[in-house]
C-alpha cells in the first residue's frame, strides 16, 4: 500500500529535483516508511532513496512506501526485474501473491523478497497484461518496459485504489491523488460542467474516466494502458474485465447461501495476510459485523480491535449492535463520537484530502474512525464497502424488485411483494411505488414527472443558463433496463452511481493515516458468482434484502443482526449539525468564493434554504452539496466561470 507518482517527459526536457520533491511530499501520508524515485535517460534507469539533483530524462517514477507485506528493505521501490528491463511502482495489495509466488518458481522465476510487489513484477514479466487477469487484489500500478520504452498502468477490477493522469507542459503524468498532477505547471484547473451537474443535483462522482476538473482524468476501473515515451501518446484504455451479467447458478436457495459462505469466508482469510495488526471498521451492520464475526471465526486466538461511529442521535446510532458483536466475538471495540463543532475545525484538511467534492457528512465520521484506529496503531483495516451494491442493502432495490416483478408479468408475486415489503421500517405503498417509478419510467417522461414530484432535472438553484451555455447534458441517471430490473440496478450502482464514491471517501480517508483499508465483498469471484443468483435471493419474496447473504452467516453472525431490517450505516444527524450551524452556512452561501461559481443562482438558493429552515421545503444532501463545492473550488482554485 503505497503513493504512487510519474512523469513521461518530452525527450531530452529537464525535470527539477524540486518538482520530484513536491510529488513525494504530497504522497507522504500515503507511504511514511519509505521513499525512492526512478529516472530513465538513454535507456539507462538509476534508482535512488534521495530526492536531490536536477536530472534530465525521458520517465521518472515516484514512490512512497507503506510497509505490510515484508517490512524489510527487500520491499522497497521503485523495483525492478533482475534483468533490468521492467520497473514497478505499486500501490496496493495482492492478496494471492503466496499462490502466484508457487507458479511462477515453477516457471522459473527467482524471488529475493517475501512482499507482493515482487510478485506481480514476475507476473507481468511472465504474461504481460494477461497477469491482470490472475489477481485477487487491489491495485494501481505503473511498469516501466526499458525495451519496448513503454509505460503500462493498470487499475484493479473495481476501482478500489486510485490513478489520475493527465498532459502538461512537458509531457505525461500520473498520481495517486489529483492534488499531485494541480503541482505540474500548465494544468488546467477548469470544472467538468457534466460532472459538476452530476454531482450537485444526484450526487453523483467518480465514476468512469473523467473527474470534476477537465483536464485530469482517471483510469477506470478493470481498464489499463500504455504510454509510449517516444511519441506520448496515451492508447486509449482498454477494459480487461467485467462481470459476466449472463451467467446464471442453478442453485437452490440454501446451495447457494452454502456456497457464497465459503467464498466469503475464503475472501476474508486472504484480506487477512499481513505483517502488521489487522482491524476493521464495525458499524453494527450486517456486512460489517459479518466482517468480523468471520475474522474470529477464521482466527479465533489473534487480537482483533474493531472502530465504531457513535451518533449522538438515537435514532441513527447503531451502538448497542456494535456491542453485541463486540460482545459476541470477544473484541476491543473502540467507539468514536463527533459534533459539528469538530467537523468545522476539520473539514479544510478533509476537502484537501478527497481531491473532489463529497456527497455528505458521513464522510467526516469515517475519518473519525481511521484517525482512531492510526491512533491505537492499526496500519490495516477490513471494511464492509460494496457488499449493499452487491445484495440490495438500500431500500431503494427493494422497489427495483418490484419493478422486476412487473415488467416480468408475476402478477400474484407482485401483489403478495408489495404488500408485505411495503411494511418494512422506512417503507410504505406509497413510497414503494414512487421509487419504482424510477425504473418504470421512461426516458421521454422523466422530465415532466420529476417537476410533477418536485424533483425538476434543473432546480431554480442551478444557473441553467450556465448548464446550457458549456454543453452539459441535462439528464436523470440511467435506470432503463431489461425484465431484471434489480440486477441492473445493481450492477449500475456497482460501476457508475454508487460504489465509486465510496471507494474514493475510503482510499482518502485511511490513507490520510497511514491505514490500509481492505474490502473482502469486492473480488471478481464473489462479484460474479452474487451477479450470476436469482434476483429473488437477493431480495426476499416479502421484501428482505440481503437474502441470500443473511442465510449464508447464520451460525457465525449473531441472529439479531442478522435479523435487521433497517440500514444505517456511519451516518451523521447532518441535518442538525447543519441547522446549528446555519450562521457558518450562511456565510459560505454568501461568500466571495460562492459568487464566483455561476453554476449556481445564489438568490434561488438563499430562498431555498430560507424555505427549509422554515420547513417550506425537505431537507437532504443538496445543502451539503452547496457547501462543500464552494468550499472544494476555492481551496483548489477551481475555475466555475
Known amino acids: 500500500m503505497c503513493g504512487i507518482a510519474g512523469l513521461a517527459l518530452v525527450p531530452g526536457r529537464a525535470v527539477s529535483g524540486e518538482l520530484v520533491r513536491s510529488l513525494s511530499c504530497h504522497l507522504e501520508h500515503r507511504g511514511p516508511d519509505d521513499s525512492g ?16 539533483e536536477n536530472c534530465v530524462a525521458d520517465a521518472v517514477l515516484v514512490h512512497r512506501r507503506l510497509s505490510i507485506l515484508d517490512l524489510t528493505s527487500a520491499g522497497w521501490q521503485p523495483m525492478g526485474t533482475g534483468d533490468g528491463r521492467y520497473y514497478i511502482v505499486f500501490n496496493g495489495e495482492i492478496y494471492n501473491y503466496v499462490e502466484l509466488r508457487h507458479e511462477l518458481k515453477s516457471l522459473g522465476h527467482r524471488f529475493h523478497s517475501r512482499s507482493d510487489t515482487e510478485v506481480l513484477l514476475a507476473a507481468y514479466a511472465q504474461w504481460g497484461r494477461r497477469a491482470l487477469n490472475r489477481l485477487v487484489g487491489m491495485f494501481a500500478f505503473a511498469i516501466l518496459d526499458i525495451e519496448t520504452r ?10 478500489i485504489k486510485p490513478l489520475y493522469y493527465t498532459y502538461w507542459r512537458d509531457g505525461f503524468a500520473f498520481a495517486s491523488e489529483i492534488k499531485v498532477l494541480l503541482e505540474l505547471p500548465g494544468v488546467n484547473r477548469d470544472i467538468n460542467p457534466q460532472r459538476l451537474y452530476d454531482y450537485l443535483r444526484f450526487g453523483i462522482t467518480d465514476h468512469g474516466g473523467e473527474t470534476m476538473i477537465g483536464d485530469i482524468k482517471q483510469l477506470s476501473a478493470a481498464h ?9 501518446e496515451a492508447a486509449r484504455p482498454t477494459r480487461y474485465w467485467q462481470v459476466d451479467l449472463h451467467q446464471r447458478a442453478k442453485l437452490s436457495f440454501d446451495e447457494a447461501a452454502h456456497r457464497l459462505q465459503e467464498l466469503f469466508l475464503k475472501s476474508v482469510r486472504l484480506h487477512l495476510r499481513s505483517d502488521v495488526p489487522v482491524g476493521a471498521a464495525l458499524s453494527g451492520g450486517i456486512d460489517s459485523s459479518s466482517i468480523v464475526m468471520a475474522m474470529r471465526h477464521l482466527e479465533p486466538d489473534i487480537d482483533i480491535h474493531a472502530f465504531s461511529y457513535v451518533a449522538d442521535d438515537s435514532a441513527i446510532s447503531e451502538e448497542r449492535w456494535a456491542d453485541l458483536v463486540g460482545q459476541t466475538a470477544k473484541i476491543t471495540v473502540h467507539k468514536v463520537r463527533s459534533n459539528p ?7 479544510d484538511a478533509l476537502i484537501d484530502l478527497q ?4 456527497g455528505s457528512t458521513s464522510i467526516y465520521a469515517q475519518r473519525r474512525v481511521f484517525r482512531e484506529a492510526h491512533e491505537a496503531g492499526i496500519k490495516v483495516m477490513l471494511d464492509g464497502q460494496g457488499a449493499d451494491e452487491l445484495l440490495g442493502g438500500y431500500h431503494y432495490y427493494i422497489s427495483a424488485r418490484l419493478a422486476s416483478l412487473l415488467r416480468q408479468g408475476q402478477w400474484s408475486n407482485l401483489a403478495s411483494f408489495a404488500r408485505r415489503a411495503s411494511t418494512l421500517p422506512g417503507l410504505g405503498m406509497f413510497q414503494l ?8 419510467m421512461p426516458s421521454s417522461l422523466q422530465v415532466p414527472m420529476r417537476r410533477l414530484v418536485k424533483k425538476d432535472l434543473v432546480p431554480s438553484w442551478l444557473n441553467l443558463k450556465w448548464f446550457q451555455e458549456h454543453g452539459v447534458e441535462i439528464r ?40 490500509e483499508s481492505r474490502v473482502p465483498f469486492l473480488t471478481p469471484e464473489l462479484v460474479s458468482f452474487i451477479f450470476s443468483l436469482p434476483e429473488e435471493y437477493i431480495i426476499a419474496p416479502d421484501g428482505t434484502t440481503k437474502a441470500v447473504f443473511r442465510q449464508a452467516m447464520r451460525g457465525i453472525v449473531p441472529g439479531p443482526i442478522l435479523d435487521r431490517g433497517d440500514k444505517i450505516g456511519f451516518a451523521t444527524p447532518e441535518k442538525q449539525w447543519l441547522l446549528k450551524l446555519r450562521p457558518w452556512v450562511e456565510r459560505v452561501l454568501s461568500s466571495k468564493a460562492a459568487v464566483q461559481i455561476h453554476a449556481l443562482d445564489l438568490k434561488a438558493l438563499s430562498e431555498e434554504w430560507q424555505w427549509i429552515l422554515e420547513g417550506r421545503r425537505s431537507f437532504d444532501w443538496r445543502v451539503w452539496r452547496w457547501v462543500n463545492l464552494i468550499l472544494w473550488a476555492e481551496k483548489f482554485q477551481v475555475s466555475v466561470h
Do not use: H
Open 150 to 159: 513503454k509505460l503500462f498502468l493498470a487499475r484493479d477490477f473495481f476501482g
Open 476 to 515: 436523470s441517471p440511467s435506470y432503463e433496463s431489461d425484465n431484471e430490473t434489480l440486477r441492473d440496478s445493481l450492477y449500475r450502482d456497482l460501476a457508475k452511481f454508487s460504489l465509486p464514491s465510496l471507494l474514493r471517501y475510503e482510499d482518502r480517508n485511511s490513507m490520510a493515516f497511514s491505514i
Open 224 to 232: 489499463c494502458m500504455e504510454v509510449p515515451l517516444d511519441t506520448l
Open 355 to 358: 481531491g473532489e467534492a463529497f
Open 37 to 52: 524515485w526512478l529516472s530513465l535517460r538513454q535507456g539507462k534507469a538509476c534508482l535512488k532513496r534521495n530526492i536531490a
Open 341 to 347: 463543532d469538530e467537523l468545522i475545525a476539520d473539514l
Open 433 to 440: 411505488w414512487l421509487r419504482a417509478m424510477d425504473y418504470l
